[in-house]
């Protein structure tokens, strides 16, 4: 289905007024945030990899060149690019450059494929596909070229040690008069990106985040996490998923004058290397990755520089949470957070967080609790997570139906989670509503793997459900009913046809269970049973 309906679904007024009187939201652009930070922190390390590292100076020097290739490009102010580079310094360099340049980066996953990127494009009717100039970039350049779409594509190259000396070793950067960026005159209440949601429908939903709401989440959540320019963060998981991002993230790190050291790989031989090199002190995990950590740190012991270690994404088991202060000698903080906005933290002086997921980052984020009837529910009981606040979307972009959805009346955001509220006022999340699958901190839509699996050939219906899983959390279990019971189609069939339309493999089903599919007295599909049906029987691999 096309999307169709507003780019941007702006604050009411006086909520608006409200956060500019409170001094959340500050009027300031990222073109200018991030000259403030070359300014203040222009010699100090801003990026850091195995190979080299880049100061503040260079970060603007870099970014403010790809500016002007962009806009070389013919890319004005408003326009859309898709944003798809891995864990590498050009991820920052290519995503400030658009930001000055005035353009709104999408900001697609390392993982994502033609499927997913083909959809952004139209969506946002992007004028420009940033890939690496790697097998991934260039299968999405020749799919990209195919397609009737304007989109150009421009491929990063990423070897660092053979990329020519970069400029401010050469002759110094000249940050005496800030200059006119396109970026500059944009309107910071208007968005600056998109960031994907993890969604539960056919098509993925897009996020616009405006710079006044994510510069106020950044501010905020790097002083709920105490961020120094001592901070020496490690970007391990994907730079441009929110987590990585802003909570405190990147982000965080680089406004305090900190350095962020990209990882290329999130395993323990990769990081923990970078960790005793550079005095690592923080980190983002999810819990899927913990595990792998806490089990790498029983043999190779973790440098002592760790101080906090921040799990996220996906449900942590509170005997997984008990292990991280003696295995990797840190600080536990447990990260609830959505690209939609909302984002708790549990504190870093209060007790070990084994079961909370924290509290949300401002006074003014108002968190209701409600039943199925909206009704609210008492503190201690389970019930779905509506929210609204200083830096929580009002509405997707170009996707009126769905936000008619997605957002009650009153402009609290369904957020598709059950929480509980405790008794120190802080939440639990307790399960989930939204039909999504969330393995190991990666998000599966189930509706639009079932649409995938509809158009495969010998599929009658399909159901994609989630399955208990020790590693991962969960993984998805597809519930083909097939269109002759006698000669099903075979699961390398199914998942080759996957592939073939260029879904993330992430997305693939890990099994497919053969059977009628059972309905519920409306006709629909029983999903309900099905969860339960599969979730008494032991996994078995197909
Ligand atoms: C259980 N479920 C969680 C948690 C997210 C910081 C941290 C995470 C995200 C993120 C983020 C969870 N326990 N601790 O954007 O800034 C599930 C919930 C939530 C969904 C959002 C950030 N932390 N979740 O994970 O947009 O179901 O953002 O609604 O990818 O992940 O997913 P996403």
């Known amino acids: ?27 300031q652009t990222f073109t200018d945030w991030l000259w403030e930070r070359a300014q203040r922190y222009g010699a100090s390390p801003a990026l850091v990899t195995a190979e080299r590292q880049w100061n503040y100076r260079d970060l603007w020097q870099q970014s403010g060149e790809r500016a002007q290739q962009f806009t070389g490009l013919g ?13 590498h310094p050009e991820f920052f360099f290519n995503f400030f450059g658009l930001l000055l340049a005035g353009v709104r980066p999408v900001l697609a ?32 350049q020749a799919q990209l070229g195919n397609l009737p779409l304007p989109v150009r594509t421009l491929l990063q190259p990423l ?49 616009p985040r405006t710079h006044d709401d994510y510069l106020y989440s950044v501010r905020a959540s790097a002083e709920i996490c105490a961020l120094s320019p001592q901070t020496v963060y ?12 802003s909570s405190p993230g990147s982000l965080g790190t680089l406004h305090v004058g900190g350095q962020v050291v990209i990882a290329p790989q999130p395993d323990p031989g990769t990081c923990f290397g970078l960790m005793e090199r550079y005095g690592i002190n923080m980190v983002a995990l999810v819990p899927a990755l913990l595990l792998v950590w806490l089990e790498a740190a029983a043999r190779r012991p973790v440098p002592a520089s760790l101080a906090v270690v921040q799990v996220g994404g996906a449900p942590l088991a509170p ?46 984020d108002e968190i209701l609790i409600v039943d199925d009837d909206d009704q609210p529910v008492p503190d201690g009981t389970p019930g779905h997570l509506l929210t609204r606040g200083p830096y929580t979307i009002c509405g997707y972009f170009r996707a009126d139906e769905h936000n008619s959805r997605a957002f009650t009346r009153d402009g609290f955001y369904r957020t598709g989670d059950l929480v509980t509220r405790l008794a120190d006022g802080s939440l639990r999340v307790t399960g989930r509503s939204k ?15 079932e649409h995938a699996l509809l158009g495969a050939p010998g599929v009658h219906n399909a159901a994609l459900i989630g399955r208990p899983d020790p590693r991962l959390g969960e993984r998805s279990l597809a519930c083909i009913q097939s269109a002759d019971p006698a000669a099903p189609p075979s699961p390398a069939e199914l998942r080759r046809y996957l592939l073939d339309l260029g879904l993330a493999t992430y997305k693939l089903p890990d099994q497919f269970e053969f059977l009628t599919l059972p309905r519920t007295a ?14 008494a029987r032991p996994t078995q691999e197909t």
């Open 159 to 207: 070897d660092l040690d053979r990329s020519a000396p970069h400029r401010s070793e050469l002759q110094r950067t000249d940050l005496a008069a800030m200059p006119t960026w396109p970026g500059r005159q944009q309107d910071p209440d208007q968005p600056a990106f998109y960031q994907l949601s993890g969604g539960s429908t056919g098509t993925p939903k897009l996020i």
């Open 234 to 245: 490690l970007a391990a998981l994907p730079l441009a998923h929110n987590f990585l991002l």
């Open 1 to 27: 289905s096309v999307s169709s309906g507003s780019d941007f679904t702006p604050w009411p007024a006086e909520r608006a007024a409200l956060y500019r009187e409170l001094g959340y939201w500050q009027g």
């Open 522 to 535: 409306a006709g629909k599909v029983n999903k309900r049973a099905l969860r339960e049906h599969f979730h």
């Open 109 to 140: 996953l390392p993982a994502h494929r033609h499927h997913e990127i083909t959809a952004f494009v139209r969506q946002t009717e992007a004028q420009l596909y940033i890939g690496p100039d790697q097998p991934v970039g260039r299968e999405l």
């Open 75 to 87: 890319l004005r102010p408003g326009d859309a690019a898709v944003l798809h580079l891995p864990n």
């Open 319 to 364: 005997e997984v949470a008990a292990q991280v202060p003696q295995q990797l000698g840190a600080t536990l903080q447990q990260v609830f957070g959505m690209a939609e906005g909302l984002v708790n933290y549990t504190r870093l002086d209060g007790p070990l967080p084994l079961d909370t997921q924290g509290f949300a980052i401002s006074p003014h």
């Open 435 to 449: 039909d999504q699958i969330n393995r190991g901190g990666e998000k599966i839509a189930a509706e639009e793997i």
